[in-house]
């Protein structure tokens, strides 16, 4: 039997002389990076070689002929099925774990045949929890208030106005259960604009109709484990900027900051999430997930938005900080609770310090999509690593690197490239993802001027030629 762990020091010491291999099967590397340098024998296996094969504990199997991705989870299953990985995991010896952004049974399934066990609550409970109107109903039971609303079915707009007219007005905003925030969420202020979504919204079994506000989107991140909720800071987020995503309302980065809104919409964050995470662990789920949270401007009252019950795109930020250099960064308590391990850990303590300010440091990303409507071949792409730029906003390679750290100020960025020389840029492809010390936003959560630098130099450094009949097939589908 294992010795308990007792405080920080042991679990991290566990993690580092850690024997079992662990691997984070995905697109890319990006949401988990840099978990290899916490975990020994903790691999990364990749559609996507975002280092051009210079990532010591990068694995990116030869590309053979598949179906066209729909899904990450496309993606996952066509890389358990390669032979190229299936020897690969096995070269590491017994007792290989596996870990994924996104999964379904199927992935469940080939994970089991390749030997490799799960290190995630099962995909049929994520599937439950991830539906946008069960969010609503697990917050209830938690005491974390949603935006006002109503949850019904809808046959026309008439019968939208007849169930939520009274209660919510008729400036609203709808959602369907499932599916990213920047295509399954309507705004809905008369017949015209409903007509605009109809289909969508009639055909699903179930809506989330709310009270339209104005607010300010935030994201926590957490991890529910035996010793209660490990809760990190309250980021802001960024959305639906032209230029960087062509969706309106479609998350596209996040800055990660002391400050981030006032201290008591932070404190009730923390505790809204904590609150939430209890409540998760009473309907079955463990481990790692993400809440997304709607801070009214008017009068200041926070909101719950979604749940992610996995890591997400704001995982790298939330795992890098300071706070997780001086303690660990919050995925490792993920793999501890899964691990069978005993340990005892002072949860609140824990907590008091991630909420520290003086723990806390600037940083920002920005995921940046091909925004135009045509389809373009890359012909030149810029390779990952740190990059400066000029007053006049020339974007300039200065060396190679895969350590966000490696950032030494406000004029470097780590660049993540996702679209390389090959590949084609559709509506919505991802070109990668800026990584900066510092703040991408201004006082009015607009893009600053440092960001709209960034931003042009990124696109600028791609190159690539016009298509008419492209014929997308391996690369048409990427998503963090």
């Not at 559609?47 to 010591?56: A, E, L, S, T, V």
């Not at 991140?221 to 010793?227: D, F, I, L």
């Not at 440091?361 to 990952?384: C, F, G, L, N």
Request: charged share 30%; aromatic share 12%.
């Amino acid at each position: 039997m294992s010795k308990k762990l007792n405080g920080m020091s042991d679990i991290r010491r566990y993690f580092h002389r850690y024997d079992k291999p662990i691997f984070f099967i995905s697109a890319t590397n990006f949401n988990l990076l840099g978990m290899d340098e916490w975990v020994k024998n903790f691999k990364f296996i990749n559609y996507i070689d975002c280092y051009d094969g210079r990532h010591p504990n990068t694995f990116v199997p030869s590309k053979i002929p598949h179906k066209e991705f729909e899904s990450i989870e496309d993606i996952n299953n066509y890389l358990l099925e390669h032979e190229e990985v299936k020897e690969y995991t096995k070269s590491f010896g017994r007792h290989p774990k596996a870990v994924f952004l996104m999964f379904d049974k199927e992935t469940e399934t080939l994970a089991k045949d390749a030997g490799l066990k799960t290190w995630f609550p099962s995909a049929k409970l994520r599937s439950k929890l991830d539906d946008k109107i069960e969010t609503v109903r697990i917050g209830n039971k938690a005491g974390v208030p949603s935006v006002p609303n109503v949850l019904t079915n809808v046959s026309s707009y008439k019968d939208l106005c007849d169930k939520t007219a009274k209660e919510l007005g008729k400036d609203l905003v709808i959602q369907t259960a499932y599916g990213d925030s920047g295509h399954t969420t309507f705004f809905v202020k008369d017949e015209t604009s409903f007509n605009k979504h109809a289909d969508e919204i009639i055909d699903a079994p179930e809506v989330k109709v709310m009270k339209r506000i104005n607010c300010r989107g935030g994201a926590i991140e957490a991890c529910a484990t035996k010793a209660g909720t490990i809760v990190g800071p309250l980021m802001t987020e960024l959305v639906g900027f032209k230029g960087v995503t062509p969706y309106k309302g479609g998350w596209c980065g996040n800055e990660i900051f002391a400050k981030a809104f006032t201290p008591e919409a932070r404190e009730q964050a923390r505790e809204y999430t904590f609150k939430f995470g209890e409540q998760l662990k009473k309907e079955g789920y463990r481990g790692y997930f993400e809440l997304d949270f709607l801070i009214d401007v008017d009068d200041n009252q926070l909101y719950l938005g979604e749940l992610n019950p996995r890591i997400t795109g704001a995982s790298s930020m939330t795992n890098h900080a300071a706070f997780a250099h001086a303690d660990a960064p919050l995925f490792l308590f993920h793999l501890l609770e899964f691990s069978d391990v005993d340990f005892d850990l002072d949860v609140d303590a824990l907590n008091a310090r991630w909420a520290d300010p003086d723990n806390i440091d600037e940083w920002s990303q920005m995921v940046i999509k091909h925004t135009d409507k045509d389809v373009r071949y890359v012909t030149q792409a810029p390779e990952t690593g740190i990059y400066k730029i000029d007053d006049e906003g020339n974007m300039e390679h200065a060396r190679f690197d895969y350590h966000r750290r490696a950032v030494a100020s406000e004029n470097e960025a780590f660049y993540i490239r996702l679209s390389g020389v090959g590949d084609y840029l559709y509506e919505g492809a991802d070109l990668g993802i800026l990584v900066t010390r510092g703040r991408l936003m201004g006082k009015g959560f607009g893009l600053n001027g440092r960001a709209k630098k960034w931003l042009n130099g990124v696109k600028s450094a791609y190159v690539s030629s016009s298509i008419d009949n492209p014929g997308i097939d391996e690369n048409s589908f990427k998503k963090l």
